[in-house]
């Protein structure tokens, strides 16, 4: 596996100046921010003239692969949420914002397979979160998954016209958010090769689920890893729970991200489920530790994760009573 660097934590820089420190630091891969405005790369650019060959060829330079596209926001608005919470992402009504994704998303698609990039990282959606519990209404949920499969059915034919794989992270306020949801999501997409996951411990982390779990159970679905962790803080648990309300600062939460290993993800365990699954892609450092800066985060993270990647799976033996 190789280590490498979602460059969104550094939004404020160049992107040549973050490919070099990555690079410095021994990151072997970048993943680059594909959402309009981000100031890294512009994807109406990259699937005209020769932007797409400069980009690929300015990060080769530096010893690195691009490992993936992520659009988190133009993604999140193909399901929703569709009021003032998305206005951010795209001001309009609901059919608008629906469109806007879909097209953004097919675009991102397009940006991937002109940058030879196999993989787009997103969110899917969810209109309406609070519709896991079945009361009021038993059948709403339901009728989400229906939109799921017609609305991101179609973006996924692009992407296979395109051959690129989309990746889902499961989080709260997705429609596929835990174990469970990801499983019914393959099943309503006929497990076609187009859609699969983004794995991102820290929010499996965050509602207490089995991360090793997850990797064991969803194997080959697995497309794309993030590097972050979540700290259960113990002490507060009984207090907010492991959903807490309010500041990411707040000192009372039950819950906080953290880079690895300051947080509560088994790392040991999640790289050898990885290897066990025969997972060999990158793991990608994504920075939202509200405890330390990024300086500390980008150079903890790889002193830490780097010594635990294993480096080529075990041979077996070869003596008379194991050959």
Not at 276 to 305: C, F, P, Q
Request: hydrophobic share 40%.
């Amino acid at each position: 596996m190789k280590l490498g660097l979602f460059t969104a934590t550094y939004l404020d820089m160049e992107l040549e100046k973050v490919c070099e420190m990555a690079a410095e630091y021994g990151y072997e891969a970048v993943e680059l921010p594909a959402f309009t405005g981000n100031g890294h790369i512009d994807i109406d650019e990259v699937v005209k003239g020769d932007y797409a060959k400069k980009i690929k060829g300015m990060i080769a330079e530096k010893g690195l692969i691009i490992s993936a596209l992520s659009n988190h926001t133009e993604s999140q608005i193909i399901l929703g949420p569709y009021g003032e919470d998305t206005d951010a992402i795209y001001k309009g009504t609901k059919e608008e914002k629906i469109k806007h994704g879909m097209e953004r998303m097919i675009k991102t698609a397009q940006a991937a397979n002109a940058l030879e990039v196999p993989v787009v990282c997103g969110f899917i959606g969810c209109e309406n979160f609070g519709r896991f519990f079945n009361f009021p209404s038993s059948t709403a949920w339901g009728k989400m998954e229906e939109e799921f499969v017609a609305r991101w059915g179609k973006v996924l034919d692009k992407f296979g016209e395109y051959g690129v794989k989309f990746a889902h992270e499961p989080h709260p306020n997705e429609l596929v958010y835990d174990i469970d949801t990801a499983v019914r999501a393959v099943e309503l997409m006929g497990n076609r090769k187009e859609f699969g996951y983004n794995f991102d411990p820290a929010n499996l982390t965050y509602l207490g689920l089995d991360v090793e779990m997850f990797i064991d159970v969803l194997k080959d679905k697995i497309y794309h890893v993030h590097a972050k962790d979540g700290e259960v803080v113990s002490h507060n648990l009984g207090r907010s729970g492991r959903i807490p309300q309010g500041d990411w600062q707040r000192l009372g939460r039950g819950f906080r991200f953290r880079i690895p290993g300051w947080g509560s993800v088994p790392w040991k365990k999640v790289i050898t489920e990885l290897s066990m699954i025969g997972y060999d892609y990158v793991m990608s450092y994504e920075h939202e530790d509200v405890t330390m800066s990024r300086a500390d985060g980008i150079e903890k993270t790889i002193a830490y994760l780097k010594p635990l990647m294993i480096k080529a799976p075990y041979e077996g033996r070869n003596d008379v009573l194991f050959s």
